[in-house]
C-alpha cells in the first residue's frame, strides 16, 4: 500500500483543482436540501450552523464546490464567509487560505 500524501501544499493544490473543476452557484433550495444530507438529526451541533448561515444570508449568491476526497465547501462571497464539511467526519469554518482560494474561484465561476 503507497503512503499516504502528507504534503500539506501537495493536497492543498489536488483540493483547489478539484474545487476548480466543480465550483458552482447553488440556490439557497439546493442549500437546504445539501444541508438536510449532511445534518440529517435536529440535534447536530454544526445544523443551527449551516440553516442560520443560509439564512443570515438568504440574498447572497452562494458557490459550492467539492474536493477529490469528498469534502463539500460553502462560500459566500458576499460575506467572504464559508465552510466545509466532509459528511459524518468534520467540519468547520474555511480559514484565510481557503477563503482566498474560494474567492479567487467564485470570481472566475
Not at 50 to 76: L, P, Q
Request: with cysteine; aromatic share 10%.
Amino acid at each position: 500500500m503507497p503512503p499516504e500524501n502528507l504534503n500539506m501544499d501537495e493536497i492543498t493544490e489536488e483540493r483547489r483543482k478539484a474545487l476548480a473543476a466543480s465550483i458552482h452557484t447553488i440556490s439557497i433550495e439546493e442549500l437546504k436540501t445539501l444541508g438536510e444530507g449532511l445534518f440529517p438529526s435536529f440535534e447536530h451541533p454544526w445544523r443551527a450552523t449551516f440553516f442560520d448561515f443560509i439564512k443570515e444570508n438568504s440574498g447572497a449568491t452562494f458557490h459550492h464546490a467539492t474536493t477529490h476526497d469528498s469534502v463539500h465547501i460553502i462560500y459566500c462571497g458576499a460575506k467572504d464567509k464559508g465552510m466545509w464539511f466532509l459528511a459524518g467526519s468534520g467540519k468547520g469554518p474555511l480559514q484565510a487560505k481557503g477563503l482566498a482560494i474560494m474567492k479567487q474561484l467564485a470570481a472566475g465561476a
